[in-house]
């Protein structure tokens, strides 16, 4: 693939090595992850001693601050052109199983490598005075000895070997596609999509708050009309969807945006299960019952809120009291 712009033309190029790709992750750590989330470069023999003495080096783990209830992330950066399976599929795998017996390790590892960093020092202890820990350590205890296992995968390219693997696990694994591209002179651009990107987007109008990511248990799907009436009341389900992985637990409900000539969200469904489809990183969601009609809720034209092309997250009560699209989220 070629990215032209003003300033010349990149061709995409594979990363040299993974040392060379956790470089350049490292050095976009702030706009892969985002405002409120921190990422940690600390490469450290992790695991608990046991019969098969197991050990683990994680990447990196990512502190997710963006929510009323933090969590943490185990980060694995990956080259597409290694056996996926083998190299970090068994150590993801190993790893979550010793997380909680090597529990007091992580979090000794954690608050080091947070102490090497001042401005995520400070960012944590404001983050723990304001939402009622003791301390940093009491923030830490609740992370690591609390918070269900998830983890990121960082790889340069997507493929369906990855999701493949992905699928096995029980646990949640958010997949970020970071592409490298060069010009002629060596200069480098990278082309990703930010971690949970379109989950809780900042709103701007003044005295208008936005949903934390916890209370988001609804997913809208833009759906045209054949699909709407053979699948979505059809057949009780919805396919070939692109969810988060991490926010899978919280989805309660599904609703459909019928787009246009109706464009307004028409009815919604308790959502039984969410499976994967296939090899494709995308996901059947079944209904535990047939859909219920609702408002409908219409997009206000030339509005804040367009009409929807993907899947968004909101919150079954917003929902319910919205008038209009603007008010869902």
């Not at 023999?45 to 929510?67: H, Q, S, T, Y």
């Not at 996926?84 to 190993?94: C, D």
């Not at 464009?263 to 499976?275: C, M, P, Q």
Request: hydrophobic share 40%; net charge negative; proline share 5%.
């Amino acid at each position: 693939m070629r990215i032209v712009t003003p300033s010349g033309i990149f061709d995409w190029v594979a990363p040299n090595d993974e040392p060379s790709l956790e470089e350049s992750i490292k050095a976009n750590a702030k706009l892969i992850f985002g405002e409120g989330r921190y990422y940690l470069d600390c490469k450290r023999r992790m695991g608990a001693k046991g019969k098969e003495k197991r050990f683990n080096i994680p990447d990196g783990f990512l502190l997710d601050l963006r929510r009323e209830d933090p969590r943490l992330f185990v980060v694995e950066n990956e080259l597409a052109e290694h056996d996926l399976f083998k190299h970090f599929g068994v150590q993801l795998l190993e790893f979550s199983h010793s997380y909680r017996q090597a529990g007091r390790q992580l979090k000794t590892v954690l608050f080091e490598e947070i102490s090497k960093a001042p401005d995520v020092q400070k960012a944590c202890e404001e983050y723990a005075k304001e939402k009622g820990y003791r301390n940093l350590d009491n923030l830490l205890d609740y992370l690591v000895f609390e918070t269900p296992f998830q983890a990121v995968v960082i790889i340069d390219e997507e493929t369906e070997e990855l999701h493949s693997v992905v699928k096995q696990f029980s646990f949640p694994v958010e997949i970020i596609e970071f592409v490298t591209y060069q010009d002629s002179s060596g200069k480098q651009a990278f082309r990703f999509n930010p971690f949970l990107q379109d989950v809780g987007e900042p709103v701007t109008e003044v005295g208008r708050a936005t949903a934390d990511i916890g209370e988001l248990d609804t997913i809208v799907v833009p759906a045209r009309e054949d699909g709407f009436q053979e699948t979505f009341l059809g057949e009780n389900r919805w396919y070939e969807i692109r969810i988060h992985a991490s926010m899978i637990p919280q989805i309660k409900y599904i609703a459909a945006y019928q787009v246009a000539p109706v464009s307004a969200i028409t009815h919604w469904a308790l959502v039984k299960n969410i499976e994967p489809w296939q090899d494709t990183g995308k996901f059947v969601v079944n209904f535990a019952e047939p859909a219920k009609e609702i408002g409908p809720v219409p997009l206000v034209p030339k509005s804040r809120v367009k009409a929807l092309q993907n899947a968004r997250y909101t919150s079954f009560d917003r929902l319910q009291k919205a008038k209009t699209l603007n008010e869902v989220f």
